[in-house]
């Protein structure tokens, strides 16, 4: 194998890459430096090891998530905002399904990083919501019923949880329904 130049942001982009077309679990330190042309050893110079790695694939989807909940937000409000930041976290997970895995394999927990990228999402969601004129401690735990909500929808969608003969959008579409019907009465609280 040639030598190469590598940093960081390559070894994830490939690491990304490899879980969203086969899947996190084809994601090994074997098989970035296979992909890479470099031999395994090179990729300690970027990452600690394997759990390393799926950290920063973790920090990555995320943060692609923060990035396309608040494009998709611009310009809506109300229940229009918060269809289009749901609409937006499935799409997310339909385009990166292996990046977005990687979210559920590293606690968060004591990490400030992933703690940060986190409350980014939360955010994002909370700025969704302005339009409702909730109090800000009930931004925040809307906010994170509509992280949960969306979190478990993708990940059941994403892992065949929805087994039955119904359509999916359907239930995407009632989910959002009951989201939205649950929050504009707390908005005149």
Known sequence: MSRRTLDTDQVVATAAALADREGLDAVTLTRVANELGVRQPALYRHVDGFDALVRLLGLRGREILADR????????????AVRAVGSAWREMVRDHPGLYAATDRY?????????AAVDKVVAVLGRAL??????????????RTMRAAFHGFAHLEAGDGFPQPHDTDDTF????????????????R
């Not at 606690?107 to 703690?115: K, M, S, T």
């Not at 302005?130 to 906010?143: G, K, M, N, P």
């Not at 009632?174 to 019907?181: E, I, S």
Request: glycine share 8%; with cysteine.
């Open 69 to 80: 909940l608040a494009a998709a937000a611009v310009g809506v409000a109300g229940d229009d």
């Open 107 to 115: 606690p968060c927990a004591g990490d400030v990083e992933l703690e």
């Open 130 to 143: 302005a339009s409702y004129d909730l109090t800000d401690d009930e931004q925040v735990h809307v906010a």
């Open 173 to 188: 579409d009632h989910l959002l329904d009951l989201l939205c019907t649950g929050i504009r009465p707390r908005a005149s």
